[in-house]
């Protein structure tokens, strides 16, 4: 496996389940990032990584708790989602120690849909 | 003011012209900037970094800056159908941490 591995790549789960989103890096990055990326809307920043500690949480709702087991594997717990929380969520790897100048490699994502 | 703006598009263009892609930013002290590409149903891919003003060439692709006017751009040369995707700007903003500020992106169409 080379890259950024994300899955599963679809999902569709109700309001009350509760599911978890799986991402790995082969490239020994050191952060690591989850997005949500809606219709028409730019990507925004969920949760940040680096080096297995938490350094960015944007606001968002409790609903959503990462969690970051070693540097090379990140996970989007799920529970009592809503169906605005639709969208494609990406996770995405970077060079950066930090914060500083690389760029991304994004896994495949995770296309969720709640019903 | 969003943080960081672009064209929504889409942007047409025939094959074998110039596609010039804009975009701008707030944050006045931003350093680091970049280009992805995203295909439709596809993640995000970064095509160029550019952290200088002035011109960065790779192939048939130019970023070009300009942090005087906050503006940052994609020149892609002998457009091909293959370009046909979604082109995100983003901007790391001068606050430090691991922030990336990303433009909701421009749609180019390259007309065979």
């Known amino acids: 496996e080379t890259g950024v591995t994300q899955t599963p790549r679809h999902l569709v789960m109700g309001m009350t389940n509760k599911k978890s989103l799986k991402c790995e890096q082969h490239?020994?990055?050191?952060?690591m990032y989850w997005y949500k990326q809606s219709a028409k809307k730019p990507l925004e920043l969920m949760f940040v990584?680096?080096?297995?500690?938490?350094?960015e949480n944007n606001s968002v709702p409790s609903r959503f708790s990462p969690e970051c087991p070693n540097s090379s594997h990140l996970f989007l717990h799920l529970h009592t989602l809503q169906p605005e929380d639709s969208a494609l969520y990406l996770c995405?790897?970077?060079?950066?120690?930090?914060?500083?100048?690389?760029?991304?490699?994004f896994g495949s994502g995770t296309r969720l849909t709640v019903v | 003011q969003k943080e960081v703006e672009q064209n929504s598009g889409p942007l047409s263009v025939p094959e074998g012209a110039i596609a010039s892609l804009n975009c701008t930013y707030s944050?006045?002290?931003?350093?680091?900037f970049f280009w992805y590409r995203q295909y439709s149903g596809k993640s995000p891919e970064l095509i160029m970094s550019?952290?200088?003003?002035g011109d960065k060439e790779d192939g048939r692709f130019t970023a070009q800056l300009n942090k005087a006017s906050q503006y940052v751009s994609l020149l892609i040369r002998d457009s091909q159908p293959s370009d046909s995707a979604t082109y995100l700007c983003?901007?790391?903003?001068?606050?430090?941490?691991?922030?990336?500020?990303f433009g909701a992106g421009t749609r180019l169409f390259v007309k065979a």
């Open positions: 944050d006045r002290g931003s350093q680091s």
């Open positions: 490239l020994g990055h050191n952060a």
């Open positions: 550019i952290y200088s003003n």
């Open positions: 983003a901007v790391r903003p001068n606050t430090g941490g691991f922030k990336t500020i």
């Open positions: 995405a790897s970077s060079q950066d120690r930090t914060g500083g100048t690389y760029g991304y490699t």
């Open positions: 990584y680096s080096l297995e500690e938490r350094v």
